[in-house]
């Protein structure tokens, strides 16, 4: 998988960054044997005193220029080509992958699975699985970094971002919070186990909370009075959320809006910005009264209704 | 008598020069001449110098133990912060702009002083007052968001004297603008009649770069600092995510003035190398206008290039891409320049004294340095290592081991024009040679740790990253010294060192015409254009 | 060397090179000052694009009656300086002195209808804070911090145009200018006239989004 025995590449894509380090290694070696080798060779040849040859040089100096401008700017163009190739695939996530969910604060880091298991400074994973993070941060920038993935991603404040890992090796390895944020920025890391997926199935199972992360998100839907809006024939009347994420929403604005995590979030915390087409800005602002995993909670419910219909279409 | 090396213009002691013109402290402090000036910033940045070096040791010292030896994780936060704002903006960054080039700049084109030197002066008196106020905010507790002021840590969360240290970088940034406008117009207008661009020596062309992007930079860091102190006393986000604002945004707005700030910080360290590589290889810079179009190209090209300090700071895929290909493309003007160099050496006549140590020192640093930029322009490599030690010894050995480098070498080559005095050679290159050495050990070995996973700005750390920092700290004692060492011997010059003639090195160039230290006005008798940039004759000394 | 005029400096070689720096400085000074307004722009740019609606909407508080009076007022000073670089190249120095003191009557108008501004979007609750009063969002608040720090920026350097251009006046008035030499009139003028051209991109940009014809 990767050229090096150490650090422990833990996935495939982390071996192919490495082979991707190799060949800069060697391409640099190159170059430095370009350069120091007739430096060298040119300090000695030529100090003062020695007897040499000094008269000028009688060739065209602009073709050497072409030459070695020109070869060099073809090599940082395959570099470039392979190194954004790789990018490409380590940004994008595969359709299938399951998801958790993480929160960074100062200073830790607070992480959810889908089946709601929850973890702080710890990550335990299946063997083989593709895993997709949701991340976002409570405070300041922080960084999700896990050396032997070779990912790392800036966990910023007031969105949400991903990063993908797959991971091929059981073992623990390191997790690194790699944005300075503050006092105990050095502190904050802890560890991601990967295990077989059996040891995995068990361990959720150990952990089990009460409810995933949907159903959590279900209660406090209930709790904090959004059904008391957004279900049934109330009075105060609001949008019905079966069958909206992932599909557009006609704002008031006249732009069209697609109801993703990022939108629901903004709905949550700044519902003036998010008046959806047709309805009165009567919504009140949850900021303050939510944790962002409390958020995540309640998206992961309303992300559970996307395919069902509100009941009044189904009794057509 | 005293002893006269080989030179062709005696100089008796008591001539008058513009050392000896005034002795007293406002003939110092209300000079307009650049040369007082020069030596103004050069007894200050020293002064920044120190003490941000203090950090570094204490830091380094720290690191020793994986979970800490002796300081606070708050204390430690601060000192890597005042390391950094002092070493880019109170140290580099003026070192040899205001340093070399206002000693040299006026001398070098033929002129009596720039053309603006009332603002000269203002330029330095702002410097100390920017300086004041960041000392300040260190001595009263000092500051722990980093040299980078990311938001909204610095803008909402920090508790420390930030507006204090911001205010002081504010001021020192038009110190800067006052510099780059100087010497553009000078430049531009005051070269003596004959010197045209391509008449110029590089160093010329190297520093006008510079200047452009002092000018046009510098300003977008004077706002963006403001309105980040805005923030912080008003609680009006515009990069407060809670208020409806984007921190990355001042990302954007911060490095798109960083980014050109770091070739301003190695752009004059190679225009110093041009001078060196020439005189002591007896030669002119193997292709001389592809050197002076690459110093414009790295310019222009570094204002395109910001993007890349954020690959993984949620930017855009495709913004990443594209600032990806153009920082490939910046890196191919410095390629240009030290296969140039090299090839210089090439049928030269080489010699091998302290200055031409450290232009051969930078060559090597900064191609290493230099080199590992690509890995850090490669995307895929760049979300491993970014905020790693990778990143850390990457600009270590761009800035230290390049423009630090550089201005040592400066400072030797130019010293005898600049006081009349020889250094000790043998000890010179001696400690040239202990600062290659005490560099290498320092920050090669963060290369590796770097790539391993130790994370920046870390004051505990994983055990298994120690041997690697004990080596670093290691290093840098040797390099303390190294660095101790030219202090040492260029204060004992001044009064116990050779007396220099006009033209020690019998180098090309106009500041050799006249004496050392040259007359308040420069030229008693007006300097001769030479017949090409770099008159020199390899051939003559092939016996 | 022959007679060199008295405000020959001594580290230039002739008049003419010495007009040529002052003015390579004065346009290299005004290419700083675009780069130091330009991080506002930008940000102006971007939030404005995250939050058109807002724009729009907090654009129409604006007092354009004002914002007007203002833009036409500037205008005009940048005709009158216009007038006094010419009259300076005539050596003309009773309408140099005359149109540089009316700039800077105009300059100080302009200060005292944006005082006035200044007071009334304070009595309506515009300074972005615990008092801001429109209640349409973030997007707001941004907006006026935006209008605080462009605007308030701008009057900064409209009072030390003022300071500029009252020393020229005193200068001239005093007979240091004349048909050969009015350098320092030529770039105050075009510090002037740079002061102008911003008001004219902050005036649409905001007080005209969203108020349509």
């Known amino acids: ?316 | 008598m005293n002893p006269i090396e080989i030179q062709t213009v005696q100089v008796q002691p008591e001539t008058e020069n513009y050392l000896s013109a005034a002795h007293t402290v406002r003939s110092w402090l209300l000079t307009t001449d650049h040369k007082r000036i020069g030596l103004l910033y050069l007894f200050s940045i020293l002064i920044f110098f120190a003490v941000a070096a203090v950090a570094a040791a204490l830091m380094r010292g720290e690191l020793l133990r994986p979970h800490g030896a002796f300081l606070l994780n708050e204390t430690y936060n601060k000192l890597f912060t005042l390391h950094g704002v002092l070493m880019v903006w109170f140290f580099l960054i003026p070192s040899i702009p205001a340093v070399l080039g206002n000693f040299v700049i006026p001398l070098m084109i033929g002129a009596r002083d720039v053309a603006f030197p009332r603002l000269n002066l203002l330029s330095w008196h702002l410097f100390m007052l920017g300086g004041a106020f960041v000392l300040y905010s260190i001595i009263v507790g000092g500051v722990d968001t980093g040299w980078t002021f990311y938001t909204p840590f610095s803008s909402t969360y920090s508790n420390t004297h930030v507006i204090l240290m911001a205010a002081g970088i504010f001021i020192a940034g038009f110190a800067s603008i006052l510099t780059g406008l100087n010497f553009i117009i000078t430049i531009h207008t005051m070269r003596l009649s004959g010197m045209t661009w391509f008449r110029m020596p590089l160093f010329l062309w190297s520093m006008y770069s510079t200047s452009l992007i002092l000018i046009l930079a510098t300003p977008v860091l004077a706002i963006t600092l403001a309105l980040m102190a805005m923030e912080r006393i008003w609680h009006i986000g515009i990069f407060d995510p809670k208020l409806g604002g984007d921190p990355i945004l001042f990302q954007h707005l911060f490095w798109f003035y960083s980014h050109p700030a770091v070739y301003i910080m190695i752009l004059p360290g190679m225009g110093v190398v041009s001078e060196l590589i020439s005189c002591f290889s007896r030669k002119e810079i193997f292709g001389y206008a592809w050197v002076a179009m690459a110093s414009v190209a790295i310019a222009v090209l570094g204002f395109l290039v910001w993007g890349h300090h954020m690959f993984v700071s949620s930017q855009s895929i495709y913004a990443g891409m594209v600032f990806s290909v153009l920082s490939y493309l910046v890196a191919v003007p410095s390629a240009i320049k030290v296969f140039n160099w090299t090839a210089t050496l090439y049928r030269g006549s080489i010699s091998f004294e302290a200055p031409m140590l450290y232009a051969l020192s930078f060559i090597g640093l900064f191609t290493i340095g230099g080199l590992t930029g690509l890995f850090l322009a490669a995307l895929a490599v760049d979300v491993h290592v970014t905020d790693t030690y990778f990143v850390v010894a990457h600009f270590h050995y761009i800035m230290v081991g390049g423009m630090v480098t550089g201005f040592m070498g400066g400072l030797h080559f130019w010293w005898p024009k600049i006081t009349g005095r020889l250094y000790p050679e043998k000890l010179a290159q001696l400690a040239a040679l202990i600062i290659f050495a005490g560099f290498n050990l320092t920050f090669f070995p963060q290369f590796i740790m770097g790539y391993l996973g130790m994370p920046r700005r870390y004051h505990n750390y994983a055990p298994e990253f120690q041997i690697y920092h004990i080596l670093s700290t290691a290093g840098a004692s040797i390099l303390g010294i190294g660095y101790l060492l030219p202090l040492i011997y260029l204060v004992w010059s001044l009064r116990h060192g050779k007396i220099a003639g006009a033209n020690p090195w019998k180098a090309s160039g106009l500041e050799w015409e006249t004496s050392s230290p040259p007359p308040v006005h420069n030229f008693d008798t007006p300097p001769q254009l030479p017949d090409k940039p770099y008159d020199y004759h390899p051939e003559a000394d092939s016996e | 060397m022959s007679e060199s005029p008295a405000w020959l400096r001594e580290q230039f070689d002739s008049p003419e090179q010495q007009q040529e720096a002052s003015r390579l400085g004065i346009w290299a000074f005004l290419a700083t000052e675009i780069m130091f307004f330009g991080g506002l722009f930008v940000g102006y740019i971007v939030y404005r694009h995250a939050y058109p609606h807002a724009f729009a909407a907090s654009s129409r508080h604006t007092n354009i009656l004002y914002g007007t009076i203002n833009t036409a007022i500037l205008l005009t000073s940048s005709l009158s300086m216009a007038l006094a670089v010419h009259a300076a190249e005539r050596g003309e120095t009773k309408r140099l002195v005359k149109n540089t003191l009316f700039t800077v009557l105009l300059a100080t108008a302009f200060l005292g209808v944006k005082a006035l501004e200044y007071a009334e979007d304070f009595r309506e609750g515009l300074v972005p804070g615990p008092g801001f009063s429109l209640q349409g969002g973030k997007g707001e608040e941004l907006f006026f911090y935006f209008y605080w720090a462009m605007t308030g920026l701008h009057a900064i350097h409209v009072l030390i145009g003022i300071g500029l251009l009252s020393t020229i006046a005193v200068m001239a008035a005093r007979n240091r200018f004349s048909a050969q030499y009015h350098n320092p009139v030529e770039v105050a003028g075009l510090y002037w006239h740079f002061v102008d051209i911003v008001w004219i991109y902050l005036y649409p940009l905001l007080y005209l989004i969203g108020r349509h014809l």
Not at chain 1, 8 to 18: H, P
Not at chain 1, 286 to 303: K, P, T
Request: charge should be neutral; glycine fraction near 8%; include cysteine.
């Open chain 1, 1 to 316: 998988m990767s050229p090096f025995p150490f650090p422990n590449a833990a996935t495939e894509l982390a071996g192919k960054v490495d082979w991707l380090f190799l060949g800069l290694i060697l391409i640099s070696t190159f170059y430095m044997a370009l350069i120091f080798g007739p430096m060298i060779y040119f300090l000695f040849k030529y100090r003062r005193g020695k007897k040499a040859d000094r008269s000028s040089i009688r060739i065209h100096t602009w073709k050497v220029e072409v030459v070695w401008t020109v070869i060099p700017f073809l090599m940082m163009m395959g570099l470039f080509g392979w190194a954004a190739d790789l990018y490409y695939q380590i940004e994008r996530p595969p359709a299938d992958a399951l998801e958790a969910f993480v929160v960074g604060k100062q200073w830790m880091w607070k992480l959810q699975h889908a089946e709601g298991n929850r973890e702080i400074n710890e990550l335990h994973l299946p063997l083989g699985q593709t895993i997709k993070l949701t991340m976002t941060s409570e405070d300041v920038i922080h960084s999700f970094f896990i050396p032997a993935f070779r990912i790392k991603q800036d966990v910023v404040p007031g969105r949400y971002v991903t990063e993908w890992f797959r991971p091929a090796k059981i073992g623990t390895y390191h997790l690194f919070c790699a944005e300075y944020c503050g006092s105990d920025h050095s502190l904050m890391g802890g560890n991601v186990i990967v295990m077989k997926p059996e040891d995995y199935a068990a361990w959720l199972v150990a952990g089990a909370p009460r409810d995933n992360l949907a159903a959590a998100g279900e209660r406090l839907f209930r709790d904090l009075g959004c059904s008391g809006c957004h279900v049934g024939s109330s009075v105060m009347r609001a949008p019905r959320l079966e069958g909206v994420y992932g599909g557009p929403v006609p704002l008031a604005s006249g732009d069209v809006a697609i109801a993703d995590d990022q939108y629901i979030r903004d709905c949550i915390l700044l519902p003036a910005s998010q008046r959806v087409a047709g309805y009165s800005p009567l919504m009140p602002t949850f900021q303050g009264r939510v944790s962002e995993e409390q958020i995540i909670q309640l998206i992961a419910y309303i992300r559970s209704l996307a395919s069902k219909r509100p009941p009044e279409e189904m009794n057509k």
